[in-house]
């Protein structure tokens, strides 16, 4: 967080509620409030048969490894409408935003962030690889290279939606990854 208010420059001082110290702050000049809020990931679980849809990443960070399409929500989005932007721009795949189903949710406290899963059927495996990915493919599970996922401490989240895929049923999942934890729980049970 910046410490001097983007609107008129003065300094940002910790917003006392209540006579309790928050973690958002107000200027000291203007008087605005200025959130320091978490940051909204949107990913994809898209299924051809048995196997997923992984791109591999064009960018940094972890440029050249693999990981589920996903990105950061954009200001004015649902959260299918930006989770199918992300699929669009990462891996050409273009399904409109009511055809994802809600997935998964969660907290991952360590790096300030949410994260919100869709899943999706295709019938085929056609991709396009955007700017932002140097290839796209659908891996089996036995096919997955595993060691070379952009991020593998959210692997036991991908575990999941292969078993899912195995099992032919789809729960809805809440996750809460702290520092300390990772604990995973399902909410339904979808069939």
Request: glycine residues 8%; aromatic residues 10%.
């Amino acid at each position: 967080m910046t410490r001097y208010c983007p609107q008129c420059g003065a300094v940002l001082a910790r917003n006392r509620v209540g006579g309790e110290l928050r973690n958002h702050w107000r200027c000291t000049g203007c008087g605005r409030l200025h959130h320091d809020h978490p940051m909204i990931v949107l990913t994809t679980f898209i299924a051809c048969g048995k196997r997923l849809l992984w791109v591999q990443r064009a960018l940094p960070p972890k440029q050249g490894a693999w990981a589920i399409p996903g990105g950061f929500m954009e200001l004015g989005e649902t959260l299918a409408e930006g989770a199918a932007r992300e699929l669009r721009e990462e891996a050409g795949v273009v399904l409109p935003p009511a055809e994802l189903e809600f997935y998964m949710m969660g907290t991952i406290t360590f790096i300030n962030q949410i994260y919100v899963a869709f899943r999706a059927r295709v019938a085929t495996e056609d991709t396009f690889a955007g700017s932002e990915s140097l290839a796209c493919r659908y891996f089996s599970r036995e096919e997955c290279p595993w060691d070379e996922v952009a991020y593998p401490e959210v692997n036991d989240a991908i575990i999941q939606a292969y078993d899912d895929l195995d099992s032919g049923t789809f729960a809805i999942w809440h996750t809460e990854m702290t520092a300390a934890r990772y604990q995973r729980h399902k909410v339904r049970q979808e069939h």
